[in-house]
């Protein structure tokens, strides 16, 4: 079996999930505009602030029975001082982004696989449960194609002794089990 | 390829005749009568497989089948098994370019059970040379 395809759905503003479909996106670039595939050189931070956050779901294509035990973490690279990424694996979306710091159960993103599924997947209204969740299949080439995660949040913190410049680079991997 | 055997001697292959590719849910439509659940693998079809009534691992090396249980196994310490079978997979990605292809990491076959008044997860994990550990988690 090949892996499933995997994509990133991005809802700015005040677009919600069930009613808007949300944008499939290439990037998580993140910046000081709640923009989809922004350029972070036209969006910058300042120093202390935070960036807008990112309200993200996982999208999974292909033919699959279910996807279960799903964890997000970064796998490689090193932050630079003063700066970091919070996450939540499991988020109602609740107005527009903004960037006033998020509150998550997860606080940062993990630095190695995590021990839990943090990447929360649910059939019906059952939590981890896994997918999919048919209610939210958005594409039809495969048995449960286009199923989707919960939503996510992400959000890059900063101090005012953070450096200047574009952003480390930063490898992050999502790992899952399909059947 | 993945391979089930029921109680009746009926056999479902996951690639049909036609090349199509089964979906595991036919498997679980069937799970209570499901007897034993083999995996083919690579191009030199080392096999491994696990009962399903029993918990009994096997692995067929050279033509001849080995077998083995779970650790202190004994007929009364493990029930309700039902089957796993995944495969797991790891993609990257960085901010600014996106999902990349995942990459196999291993295939589990094996079961879940009441052991100990626990649920556990038993199984194969195999890689893509066909090397395998027993994993309990």
Known sequence: MASLDVKFIEWNESQTPGTYDGTEVTTLNFGSTDTADLTP????????????????????????????NAKVYKSAGTYESNVDILYSGSSQKTGAPSQTTITTNDGSIPTSLPSYNNLVLRVGSTTDAGLPNPSDVHSSPGYYSGSRSDITVWQLTTTESSPAGAGAQLTHTIQYDVS | MWQARFEDGSILNQITEKGDKRSYQEVLDKVDVLETLTLIAGTNKRLFNVHLKSGRFGVKIHDSWQYFFFNDYNQDTLTDFQPIYFERYRHDFTLEKGIQEGTLDFIGLGYSAIYKGERKRIYLAINSKRSFCLKVE
Not at chain 1, 46 to 68: M, P, R, V
Request: charged residues 15%; hydrophobic residues 30%.
């Open chain 1, 41 to 68: 050189s036209s969006a910058k931070i300042t120093a202390g602030d935070n960036s807008y956050s990112k309200h993200i779901k996982f999208q999974f294509s292909g033919s699959f029975t279910s996807i279960t």
